[in-house]
């Protein structure tokens, strides 16, 4: 059983070909897409062309509270799907599933942007949400930082003070979120599976600072 999270960056507008390559070569059972700018006219046009050519039929969407729209694609309806948009930034969603004759509730979500505590916020309003089930998925955007990646954190915190960047802490960098993740008993696949480190940012575009490579003393941070 496959799981796959993207994050299309604007929708994926003028790359979506690109994309259904790369989903397909994935072969995932369920998808979660992060951004679907511009995806949820009256039709859902774009979702639903987008979810033929992958193969995953069934799509479920959520207009966020921002532009940043989400949705969920899989091979056969869930037993449930909910959306949620109250006490979010942009917008959260959870699906009940069978994967390996287990119920699992998979729960995709965007975590606010802007400060550490904003995200906690979220995060409590998911852990309510998860409450009930045994078995739990949680992908995303977090916007955090976690405490088991390689940082320098003093050069770190030093040039995101340089650039006035405070969305991982102004003082010190924070790692709340993650922390928070952890003690629900969620653990980092990426890390259990011992797999490297690999930034998420820059993007390609790098229009604005909080998606610049960083660099100092001949080291890049992303």
């Known amino acids: 059983m496959r799981i796959m999270l993207y994050n ?35 039709e859902q046009t774009t979702l639903r062309q987008f979810a033929q050519q992958v193969r995953l039929p069934c799509s479920y969407f959520v207009k966020s509270n921002t532009k940043y729209d989400i949705a969920f694609l899989n091979g056969k309806p869930p037993l449930k799907a909910r959306r949620f948009r109250k006490n979010f930034r942009h917008s959260a969603m959870l699906a009940e ?44 955007d977090f916007n955090s930082l976690s405490p088991h990646d390689p940082y320098d954190r003093s050069s770190l915190l030093h040039l995101f003070q340089e650039r006035g960047i405070e969305k991982f802490g102004a003082e010190q960098l924070r790692f709340d979120c993650i922390e928070f993740v952890e003690s ?16 998420t940012v820059p993007t390609p575009s790098n229009e604005d600072k909080m998606h610049a490579v960083l660099k100092t003393g001949g080291k890049q941070y992303r």
């Open 8 to 42: 299309l960056y604007r929708g994926g507008q003028g790359r979506l070909d690109t994309i259904v390559k790369v989903v397909n070569a994935a072969r995932p059972d369920f998808l979660g897409i992060l951004e679907a700018v511009l995806w949820g006219d009256d």
């Open 97 to 140: 599933c069978t994967l390996a004759h287990l119920q699992v509730a998979i729960v995709l979500l965007h975590l606010d942007p802007r400060r550490e505590e904003n995200r906690l916020e979220e995060l409590r309003r998911v852990r309510a949400l998860i409450a009930p089930y045994r078995h739990v998925i949680l992908m995303g």
């Open 184 to 199: 629900l008993g969620l653990i980092d696949v990426m890390r259990a599976l011992k797999k490297p480190f690999v930034s």
